[in-house]
Nanobody, 116 residues
Framework: VQLQASGGGLVQPGGSLRLSCTAP????????MGWYRQAPGKQRELVAG???????NYEDSVKGRFTISRDNAKNTVYLQMNSLKPEDTAVYYC???????????WGQGTLVTVSS
C-alpha cells in the first residue's frame, strides 16, 4: 500500500501550507489516518489524527492552528497548517493504522520549512 504525501515547502512565519496524502480508497475509508512530523534530532511525533468516523485529535502545540480533514471522494487526507512557526519545521509523514492495529503504512515524508 502506497501513501503519497505532498505539499511541503518553504514558508515564512505566520504563513500557511496545506499538506495532502493520497491513499487507496479501501484504506482511507477504514483506517485511522494521521500526520506525524520529525524535526532534526527529535523523535517522530503525532501532529494530528482522524478516525474513519471523523473524530480528530491534535498535539497540543498545533491546536487552533492545524486542521486535519479527509475527502473520501478524492482518496485524500489534508493537513491545513496556519500561523506556522519556525518550530513547526520538520519532515511531515502521512500514516494509516488499521483500527485493530493489524497493519500500518507510512508515506514518504514531505519537508516543511518555516523561516524568514
Amino acid at each position: 500500500v502506497q501513501l503519497q504525501a505532498s505539499g511541503g515547502g518553504l514558508v515564512q512565519p505566520g504563513g500557511s501550507l496545506r499538506l495532502s496524502c493520497t491513499a487507496p480508497g479501501s484504506i482511507l475509508s477504514t483506517y485511522a489516518m494521521g500526520w506525524y512530523r520529525q524535526a532534526p534530532g527529535k523523535q517522530r511525533e503525532l501532529v494530528a489524527g482522524i478516525r474513519s468516523e471523523g473524530s480528530t485529535n491534535y498535539e497540543d502545540s498545533v491546536k487552533g492552528r492545524f486542521t486535519i480533514s479527509r475527502d473520501n471522494a478524492k482518496n485524500t487526507v489534508y493537513l491545513q497548517m496556519n500561523s506556522l512557526k519556525p518550530e513547526d519545521t520538520a519532515v511531515y509523514y502521512c500514516n494509516a493504522v488499521h483500527p485493530m492495529g493489524l497493519s500500518e503504512f507510512w508515506g514518504q515524508g514531505t519537508l516543511v520549512t518555516v523561516s524568514s
